[in-house]
C-alpha cells in the first residue's frame, strides 16, 4: 500500500507571497492532518481534516488554511508568507474514526523556504 | 501550544548499548505514539499504545504506557547505527468527539557511534 505522498517536496517563496502544498494521504483513510515542524517551536498541529470538514484547529493565524476533497486528498494554503512560515510542512493520514484509535502515517514533508 | 516534556534532548552512546528516554505531561492521554524522524523525512510510527501499564515491543524496541496516563517510556536495546535519528513522543489528548490531534515532544536526538 502506498503510503502519504506530498508534494511539492522543495518550495521558495518570498515574503508576501501565498503558498499551497498537497497530500495524499494512504489508500482508504479519511483523515488527514497538517503539522509545522520548526527547529524552535517542534512539531505543532495546524488542522485535521475529515470527510472535507475541518474537525480540528490548532493555534495558527487566519494565513493558514486547508481543504480537504471528496477523494481525501488535501491542501493547505498559506497566505502572505513571512519569514517565520519558513519550515516542514508534514502531513499525516489516519484511519478514523474510531474512538481512542489515532495512529498517524507521515508523509516526507514539504521543505518551505521563504526568503 | 502544550508541549510534552521529553528527555533527554540528546544522547550519544556506543554501538550495542542499551537506550532509555521518555516523555511526560501534566495532562493525561489516552493514546502515547513513539515517532522516529530521519534527516529530510517525515516521521515513521515505531510503537503505538493504548491502554495504561501496557508494554509493547517492535523488535528490539520497547515501549510502555505509565499507569498514571501522564508518562510513557522508550526502550531500544544493543543500539546499532542505523538507529541513529531524532526519536518523538507524542499523546493524544482524548478519545472519541473531535479531538484527534496529536500533541508532540521536542525529540530526542540520538547518535550511535559505532
Known amino acids: 500500500k502506498a503510503g502519504v505522498t506530498q508534494t511539492p517536496r522543495y518550495l521558495i517563496k518570498t515574503r508576501g507571497q501565498q503558498v499551497t502544498l498537497s497530500c495524499s494521504p494512504i489508500?482508504?483513510?479519511?483523515?488527514v492532518s497538517w503539522y509545522q515542524q520548526t527547529p524552535g517551536q517542534g512539531l505543532q498541529f495546524l488542522f485535521e481534516?475529515?470527510?472535507?470538514?475541518?474537525?480540528n484547529k490548532g493555534n495558527f493565524p487566519g494565513r493558514f488554511s486547508g481543504r480537504q476533497f471528496s477523494n481525501s486528498r488535501s491542501e493547505m494554503n498559506v497566505s502572505t508568507l513571512e519569514l517565520g512560515d519558513s519550515a516542514l510542512y508534514l502531513c499525516a493520514s489516519s484511519p478514523r474514526p474510531r474512538d481512542s484509535y489515532n495512529e498517524q502515517f507521515f508523509g516526507p514533508g514539504t521543505r518551505l523556504t521563504v526568503l | 501550544g502544550q508541549q510534552l516534556n521529553q528527555s533527554p534532548q540528546s544522547m550519544f552512546i556506543q554501538e550495542g548499548e542499551d537506550v532509555s528516554m521518555n516523555c511526560t505531561s501534566s495532562?493525561?492521554?489516552?493514546?502515547w505514539l513513539w515517532y522516529k524522524q530521519d534527516p529530510g523525512e517525515g516521521p515513521v510510527l515505531l510503537i503505538a499504545l493504548y491502554k495504561a501499564g501496557e508494554l509493547t515491543s517492535n523488535g528490539r524496541l520497547t515501549a510502555q504506557f505509565g499507569i498514571t496516563r501522564k508518562d510513557s517510556f522508550l526502550n531500544i536495546s544493543a543500539s546499532i547505527p542505523s538507529d541513529v535519528g531524532i526519536y518523538f513522543c507524542a499523546g493524544q489528548l482524548s478519545g472519541g468527539g473531535s479531538n484527534y490531534k496529536l500533541t508532540f515532544g521536542k525529540g530526542t536526538l540520538l547518535t550511535v557511534n559505532p
Open positions: 481534516y475529515f470527510s472535507e470538514t475541518q474537525r
Open positions: 489508500s482508504g483513510h479519511r483523515s
Open positions: 495532562s493525561i492521554f489516552n493514546t
